[in-house]
């Protein structure tokens, strides 16, 4: 039978609920005013103050079409890279002896210390200068093609699997990669899913890096171009106030699709379901 959850714990759940979701809302009905209204009282949508206008400021100022498909080449491009690369890293260093596996994985740790702005003029040298790849999404996408973060999170999750089900598959004589494929990959879903979603967070809202690579507009992400409309044109627009709230909007719908549409597959599984004993 199902838990019976006390009302109160119900009642404090909500309101922490309706405090995390206030921001959005309130950021959602400000984008909607064609005269802004700061005031508590302007988190009451009056429907003769609500318009469309803002967006279509933007839209007029900015071609979202193009820099949408432009950060989502940018950010297919990372979360490829990010899944794959970090699979196989992570993979190796839970599963493979061989010598220097824990100084490798020392080092990778220590990588995650390091901010990224303090690599970004030896990147922008090393990308720009030495390998010619300025105006091109490639190289937008190399700096994040492998994220440590993620090596870590699949390197732990292939060390929670039972030793027996790769003990198994090579009794059978299947490869390492075979192994990988068949055997691990459909025990860590989970793992894959935390990955693309913390992944598609940064290069999704970066817009430092796409910015130093590319001064074209028919190249530039959704991240960089709102951000030069919301320093440069928004404070000349008619209202100001909603075409920042709006630019806002724009930029965090995909990001809270993607989690509504994930978060249901968030699910905890028996990884040693499929041992005898």
């Not at 959704?222 to 008619?238: D, F, G, I, K, T």
Request: hydrophobic share 55%; with cysteine.
């Amino acid at each position: 039978m199902p838990r019976k959850v006390h009302p109160l714990r119900l009642l404090a759940l909500a309101a922490g609920a309706l405090m995390f979701l206030f921001p959005f809302y309130y950021m959602l009905i400000g984008s909607l005013q064609s005269e802004p209204d700061t005031t508590p009282a302007g988190a009451l949508p009056n429907p003769g103050n609500l318009t469309g206008q803002n967006y279509a400021d933007i839209n007029e100022r900015l071609d979202l079409g193009t820099t949408l498909l432009n950060s989502g080449i940018f950010t297919g491009g990372v979360l490829l890279c990010t899944v794959v690369f970090g699979v196989l890293a992570g993979y190796a260093l839970a599963r493979l002896h061989f010598r220097g596996r824990t100084l490798l994985f020392n080092i990778m740790l220590l990588v995650q210390v390091i901010p990224f702005q303090l690599l970004t003029i030896p990147l922008y040298v090393l990308i720009v200068r030495t390998y010619g790849l300025a105006d091109t999404h490639l190289g937008m996408i190399l700096p994040f093609a492998i994220n440590s973060a993620a090596v870590f999170v699949f390197r732990q999750y292939f060390l929670q699997l039972p030793r027996e089900l790769f003990e198994a598959a090579q009794i059978d004589g299947a490869s390492e990669l075979t192994i990988l494929w068949r055997v691990a990959l459909p025990l860590v879903k989970p793992a894959l899913l935390t990955a693309v979603l913390l992944t598609f967070i940064g290069p999704w809202n970066e817009f430092l890096w796409p910015f130093l690579i590319t001064k074209q507009a028919d190249m530039q992400p959704l991240a960089v171009a709102l951000a030069n409309y919301m320093s440069n044109v928004a404070a000349r627009a008619s209202n100001p106030y909603g075409a920042l709230l709006a630019g806002a909007c724009v930029l965090a719908a995909p990001v809270i699709v993607l989690f509504v549409v994930f978060q249901r597959r968030f699910t905890a599984s028996n990884l040693g379901s499929s041992v005898k004993g």
